[in-house]
């Protein structure tokens, strides 16, 4: 029943992701067609500023769901119920909160942010984007935390693909019956109702939950151990858009959203193909097996360099030309950003690669350890973005995130080798060299004699084949001329 679960878990995660992604070329593009680049961009610049109260949640949902483990194990309901309400209380006050950040917001934003819409228009989008956040935070992250922890996240992920359907039809819809932003929006907010149903539908049919019991408050304070993290995240996932409203314009903030479609599906992409390998890792490590440690360390670091390298490298050659097919007859601002688009790929990389020794240090209890150069990357990525956004734009932010994502990698391979006996950093260096010397390679002959010229659609889908082909065998050659080992264990791995 366990690996039916988790097998059902990695499924409707897989769905989900694959709709999100369609859904979420799909929605940009009818924004962009019905009401340009300067509403797109004023809409991913709400969402990212409403998007900030997350930081008030301080690392809240992670602890509560190590704290719901065991007592689910045990079949708890007591020691269950008393942590549900702990971080149900504090989520309706988030929520509470959220009204009057939504409010100020409304208020503050077209009167700092000079733009050509009204107040009213401005005002009233930025409530009306407020109720997807609104919605979950009051009635939906409680119980959809519980369901998680107990392996019951299909429930979620089905719930959310329907939303991610509706949200489509309902869209497409809107604007051909009232082309309204607004009207479009509320629909797709209020859709999220359906989250509570569902969920409070389902919990009260196969949990006993009491919600008289007393709450646990030394939750709450545990939350701090990971907020350094989890701010880290959110300014790698946030900087840009932010520095880009504040110091540019909203048509480079449309720019900068529709080339992130791009780079973000790919990245959920890659940590959607890594799921199942983390957990491993960190068993390892609590059972203080060093040779074996680092032996799955050795792979896992393999296989996110061959996604990474394989997926990006691609993205990096067919990005421009893909948001040239998707903003066509779009010319009230210039898409046409190669550099950016190459050099977002590359933050996305460095994000991307260090993932085995942020799990490992995740998994290894070092919160505390590796807190100060959360702060630090963050402090970098936000100071250079500023620095350069006058002069460079585009390029300029996102060489903050590139500098900020550089020294957070080589710091984690560092603290590594500090807490795995055995573990020297250059068996990390190692590999970045020859994938990179690899992927590079492969990207040159594709770009210098591959080149797509005449951009649509059937012969991007055939440079795309031809790419893959040439840099799936680029490094099919880097790994049989130099990890050889590594894909012995691998094939091992996956036939257990």
Known sequence: MKNKATLLNMISGLILQLF???????????ILIYFGSEVNGL????????????LVEGGITGVIVANL?????????????????????????IGALFISYSIILSIIYPLYFK????????????????ITLLIQYMF??????????????YIVNFTQTLIVIFNVIFALISVCVYPSIHVLKLISGSLFILQPIVFNGYVKKNYKIDWSAESDNSLIKSRWNGFAINLASFIHNSTDITVLTFLADLKTVSIYSV??????????????????????????????????LNQKLDIYEYVVF??????????????????????????????NQPLFGFL????????????????LAYSANKFKEITIPAYIEAILNIAISVALVKKFGLIGVTIGTIVGMTYRMAFHVYYTSKIVPGRMQSIFYRKFFLFSAGSGAGFVLCYKLLPLRTVTVVNWIVHAIVYCIVIGSTLLAISMLFFQNEIKIFEKYIKR
């Open 259 to 292: 080339y992130s479609l791009v780079s973000s599906g790919v990245k959920q992409l890659i940590n959607a193909c890594l799921s199942g390998i983390a957990h491993t890792v960190g068993q390892a490590y609590a059972k203080k097996n060093w040779k074996e």
């Open 69 to 93: 483990y065991k007592p689910i194990v045990d079949q708890d309901n007591q020691k269950i119920s008393s942590v549900l309400i702990t971080a149900d209380r504090f989520y309706k006050k």
């Open 306 to 335: 061959i996604l990474v390298f394989f997926f990006l490298t691609v993205t990096a050659l067919l990005i421009t030309p893909f948001v040239h097919l998707y903003t066509k007859g779009i010319t009230d601002t210039n898409y």
């Open 140 to 153: 939906s992250l409680t119980l959809k935390t519980l369901l998680n922890a107990d392996k019951k996240g």
């Open 344 to 359: 977002l790929v590359v933050s996305e990389a460095l994000y991307l690669v260090k993932l085995p020794h942020l799990n």
């Open 20 to 30: 999100t992604l369609v859904s979420g070329f799909i929605l940009p593009k009818i």
């Open 43 to 54: 809409v991913s610049s709400l969402n990212q500023f409403l998007s900030y109260i997350t």
């Open 115 to 130: 733009t050509d819409f009204k107040f009213a228009y401005v005002c009233s989008l930025t409530l009306i984007l407020s």
